[in-house]
């Protein structure tokens, strides 16, 4: 798994099976080759299930979809260069993985195409905001944008690949295009689940049994045809309510486990046109609505009496989510004051939506829109299809297939922190926010109170430090101000505070990924080697902060268990690494490390992340106002602490940096470190670098 | 055991305490550490106020608790904490969901990082918060079940049930150890036995622990 000098490669993870189908649509010799090598990969690749790694040669125009199975994919590419040396005019595939949290698509700020296809991994559900709502927003919330637009330097790290790739576009049939109106009596998932359908059984085998003939054959509201065995949807839920008194759930509840068996298909409006709802509109079981005439026997009753607790604690269990579901599936104009409420707090836990402002988040619930789809290999839109929405996956995922190799360098680096993605790779019409005019793929801007700033999406927020310490990172926020976590507030964070902590986990994981790209372990020891050596220079520099994100990084289980790797350290660089090691031990209140960082001289990055906690713990323990009187001690603490930070600022830096030979390319890495993030995805591929010894 | 005040205790017990950012993670620790401890003490706390002495079956025993409060969003620090750690209280808000959703990937890390027998101890918090209820009682409680773990719903406001989260804990480390299970010479097992009179070695904390009041 060597890396050749263009320096791109992928990885690709996988679990389970694959049908891997190539398609080529050019025979130039350099790219059969490329392909025949490909090839001898994807078959090792699919009867081994195990890694595939192709390497990228100077030119590639085949194009690879992976049809079916389930599978998760990692990209990695290792330099940010690759699409300026090399002429890649065609395209390569990539595929990855989005998880639960992530959000896609990205061209909300101008209406490009799409850059990638969107299909459905598993089930999935989404939401969606639509472009037209969100410019709307977008208008009612200008003055921010353009000021940060003029603030803001963001240099978009990504070289302009925008898809000179279309002739290869694959002939696949569009089987699905996402419907505006989402039709809210539709089942979410292909077949009911297991629980649901069971906890349907047991209520119907009971219903039946019912002396009040709740559910009975009755004429429709035309009056011309008979709906079987059916029930108005108060009766039910009267008859639900009745049947578990115990459970002492509200009407509003109740009505969302019904709603929650509609959603899965178990029960259905007999027209198909109605979400569930508490009023006369007739409901009938999936059974009935198939003609099944079977009675219960006594054996099903006793059988539903004894499973009907389990069943009605699933479906409690299910009916606040499909309340909100119900709610997000009901047209915009049709929601109440309270569904909006409900909508905007569900919106608050909502990760992709952390750093946006209360006000745009209260708009956001009037806009967004559930969708659900129960197939797998749905195709949500293709790449070049103009950008209309953006989703946030609440559950499933998705594949994202694109062309260009820009494009995955980005999906990349967001997807690993879990929420990204656009994937877009076309020119902005904000091209005056990217430096150089670069054409820029940032995705999503976010607007915080009326300073705070905080650009969304991995992509941008790395480019905010294109190049630059820390410091600089005031373009974007005059005013940087840590505001005090308390039961109101605790979703409101600063820019600064947040891109800087982005800052610190991504080297972290960039250690660690970059030791565990290397399969050979003479390679892996030296960059090991390496790693420890910055890690020296961070504390020869007093960067105190990356000092603890390497080390911590290098601890990190994925790493810490290669003892092949271990072993073969050189023994200066076993003592460099136990020395530093010993400052992030967080005994004694990280004793070590307060010891050694009162001893260093201005200019210091400090350990934030510790700052953070020692103000936590004096607001959190100590009340502010004690008998009608400010508690003058506390504010002392507060001051001193901060009066650390302050002197860690006091003086500049000075420092006489060699000059690389081809700093350019050394800055854009920096500034835009590809790292993974998933622990278990790292975990995996360190067990399979050197196996555990059994 | 030995009689020389309120310092002398048997065992050191390690604690962690996890949660999602807001869960109130900080006060219930609070509410335990000062609810009998130094009652004299005025109105400020230090950073590190988390050691208490309680007496489990007539031995005294020193909880030493390490709170992860304001680093939640740097999952690799909070990771650190994890070694060594006898006890873990895992919290969340029963007010947010979310902070429950989460649940799950705190205790991956938590049987992660910390030895098979570390007793994990799951606390909703903000009981006194009835009517914002987001969690009911019946599905942490089963989660608790399912996953092994010892539940209860507390309120660090009212100090409903903190001890007894608290206290419960160091109940089942004890029984740990005299079952066997836990080895308290290991570093790794949280749990130290200090001889009557000599000083604790373990490289974690040391005798010289002072009492967690500044004034």
Known sequence: LNQNDSGSSWYIVLGGSL????????????????????????????????????????????????????????????????????????????????GVGATFTETLLGDLPRGAHIITKTTCELLRIQYRDFVEIKERNKDVISELQMNTKIKNGFEPTISKSSPSMPTQARRTSTPDCPNPAEPIVE??????????????????????????????????????????????????????PSLAVS???????????????????????????????????????????????????????????EALLALARRAPDAILRYILRKQPLDRTSEDLEQIYEELLHLKPLHHLSNSVRRELAGVVMFEAHPRKGEILFHQGDEGKSWYIIIQGSVDVVIYGKGCVTSLYAGEDFGKLALVNNAPRKYSYVFHQGDEGKSWYIIIQGSVDVVIYGKGCVTSLYAGEDFGKLALVNNAPRYKFRGPNRFQQITANLDVFLRRFNEIQYWVITEILLVTSLNKRVQILRKMIKLAAYCKEYRNINALFAVLMGLSNVAVSRLSLTWDKLPSKSKKTYTELEALIDPSKNHRAYRQAVSKLQSPVIPFMPLLLKDLAFTHDGNKTVVD??????????????????????????????????????????????????????LTSMSQKLEPRRS | MSSSGQYSYSYIFKYIIIGDMGVGKSCLLHQFTEQKFMPDCPHTIGVEFGTRIIEVHGEKIKLQIWDTAGQERFRAVTRSYYRGA?????????????????????????????????????????????????VRYDEAKKFAEENDLIFVEASAMTGENVEQAFLETAKKIYQNIKDGKLNANMTESGVQHKERGGPASLGDSSSSDKPNCSC
């Open chain 1, 191 to 244: 077949s009911p689940s297991v629980p649901m359908a069971r906890a349907g059984w047991v209520l119907r085998t009971l219903l039946l049994n019912d002396e009040s003939g709740t559910l009975r054959d009755r004429k429709t509201s035309g009056g011309r045809t008979i709906a079987r065995r059916c029930a108005s949807g108060s009766e039910l839920v009267d008859w639900l309510m009745s049947l578990a």
């Open chain 1, 628 to 681: 009608g009187l400010v508690n003058f001690e506390k504010m002392h603490m507060f001051a001193q602490t901060l009066r650390t930070l302050r002197y860690c600022r006091t003086r500049h830096l000075v420092l006489d940096p060699p000059t690389p030979k081809c700093e350019s390319e050394v800055k854009s890495y920096v500034s835009c470190l590809r790292a993974m993030d998933n622990q278990r995805i």
């Open chain 2, 86 to 134: 006898a006890g873990a209280l895992m919290v969340y808000d029963i007010t947010r969901r979310s902070t429950y959703n989460h649940l799950s990937s705190w205790l991956t890390d938590t049987k992660n990082l910390t030895n098979p027998n570390t007793v994990i101890f799951l606390i909703g918090n903000k009981m006194d918060l009835e009517g914002s209820r987001d």
């Open chain 1, 251 to 309: 009407r509003q509840i109740t009505t969302g486990m019904w709603q929650a068996l509609l959603e899965e298909g178990v029960i259905y409006h007999v027209n198909g046109e109605q979400a569930f709802r508490d009023k006369c509109i007739l409901y009938n079981f999936w059974q009935d609505k198939e003609g099944s005439s079977s009675q219960a026997t006594a054996q099903d009753i006793a059988e539903a009496e004894e499973h009907l607790e």
């Open chain 1, 19 to 98: 049908e891997v189908r190539l398609i080529t649509t050019n025979t130039q010799t350099t790219q059969t080759n490329t392909i025949e090598k490909a090839s001898v990969y994807l078959k090792r690749y699919a009867s081994s299930r195990d890694d595939i790694f192709l390497n990228q040669n100077d030119s590639g125009s085949s194009w690879y979809i992976v049809l079916g199975g389930s599978l998760e994919v990692r990209l990695i590419t290792t330099n940010t260069q690759t699409t300026q040396t090399n002429t890649i005019e065609k395209t390569i595939i990539t595929l990855t993985y989005l």
